[in-house]
């Protein structure tokens, strides 16, 4: 039955979003925000990977009630969906991270915070309505900075460090070289030190050049300088997500940076069984890139992951109408996940596993992920 349930006068998916909200921006952000390194061949597999997944929907299930809550970084949330770290929010809303933290805190849901905000993190904290907190870190060569960055948001009350692992250099974006993309000189990046010049983002400037020989060593090292839990963000490998549980990590966000960084990369839902496996529930496996439809947050957790992480569709609600486009996306994200959920048969996150799904192979056959004997019924 439709419930007559009205989102916005525009938007009834991500895709009409995208498109209202592009249109809203300078070409040159609109680029550096849709953009992936070279030739967007892992940005765009990021999004094909879900279409391989089809459902094999189960029925006589008691779905009256479908509860799609379930917990992360120690916090329930209404369901397994948080925001990814993404650099400056202000280039899409005046309000910016204030603006995502409060449709977070509304729909009650977690968030990372870039180390490329452009507000500080205990404001950010504050608007969270004591949601998690997570804080991103592009480990640089000044271990001050770094340093400050970890004591700031310890004392914002962040649950957890996301340190990324992909970008020990930056990627090629293309389109950010043609349009000579760069953060206008008077936006506040507040993780670092005033004289520090960031606007030009190939800075000359050694101390906020990336740490490009992050070392276990220097993991191990860091679990010593924060209270806070220590997750890696940029996780594609298993044989890496194996020596992250060895090194003591508390969690593994499979991430290839929305395409933004190796062209090439395996594409996250692509990397996820096998990292599932290696890692054996020792600590929690998340997952971010791709994910535009309820549809997709089924698919992923389906395969093993316990929670989804959402990048450019943020910053498209972001500019489309600030805290309120936000709220739209994960509202609408939200209905899409709970219909899916009630429509392959699951009342609970818990229920939702690898027997509702079949892949779609190049040869055109459809396989399901376990055979009957298999599943859990
Ligand atoms: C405009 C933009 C800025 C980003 N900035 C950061 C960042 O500062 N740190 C980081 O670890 N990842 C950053 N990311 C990557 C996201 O955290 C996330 O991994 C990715 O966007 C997920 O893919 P999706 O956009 O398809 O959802 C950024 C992504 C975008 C689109
Ligand atoms: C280059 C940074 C400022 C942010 C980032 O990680 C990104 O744009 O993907």
Redesign the pocket.
Known sequence: MNRGKSYDDKVFCIADLEANALGRLPRATAD???GGSMLHET?RA??EAYDRYVFVPRYFKDVRKVDTTTVCLGKKVAFPVGI?????HSLCHQDAEVATARAAAERGINM?L???TNTPVDVVAGELGGMALGQ?L?KVLDEGINQSIIDNAEAAGASAL?V?VD?PWLGRRLGDYRNSFAPPTDMPFPSFPTDVDIHNLSTADQRIAYDADLSWEKVRALKGRTKMQIWL??ILSPIDAAMAVEAGVDGILV??????QLDGAISTLEALPAIVEAVAGRVPVHI?????RGSDIFKALALGAQHV?????V?WGLAYKGQAGVKLVLDTLYDEFQLVMALNGCATVAEIGPHLLARRHLDGSVVPLLLSREARL
């Open positions: 550096y925000i849709n940005l990021n999004n990814s770290p993404s650099a400056m990372i870039s180390t490329y991103q592009s996301f990324t970008c963000k940029g991430s290839n940076h929305g395409g933004r971010d890139g791709g994910i535009r992480w959402l990048g450019r569709t910053l």
